[in-house]
């Protein structure tokens, strides 16, 4: 963590693969917040072993920790304790003017549900 506030400030990165789609095809745009901590399902910026990935966190009810991508065609990537970090979280994808949010937060990344105040 850093005390500069720029830490943190959100950025914007571009999917360069196929590895996470259909949910993020490439060329989208996703916006980061930088976080260490997340729930699981999050999709997440992760480093593990010198390089970065960009994948959806798994934790499982154990001690198991995985980053997942959505598609097939790419393998899962065991966490280690100790030897990962979470960099940030996605909050947003951008396609083209088609914007979507997401609460990485929140186990599955659902919509907090709104109480009504009587």
Partial sequence: MSKDCSYNELYPLQVLD????PEFPEK???VIEPSEVCATGAYVVAETQGDRWFRQYIADSGAT?????LNSDYPEIQ??????KIVGVVVQRNIGRDIKHYHPYVPGGKSPKTVPVN
């Avoid at 920790?65 to 991508?69: I, M, S, T, W």
């Fill in 79 to 84: 966490l280690k304790e100790g030897e990962y």
């Fill in 18 to 21: 196929d590895s996470m789609e």
């Fill in 65 to 69: 920790k995985r980053l997942v991508a």
């Fill in 28 to 30: 989208c745009i996703i």
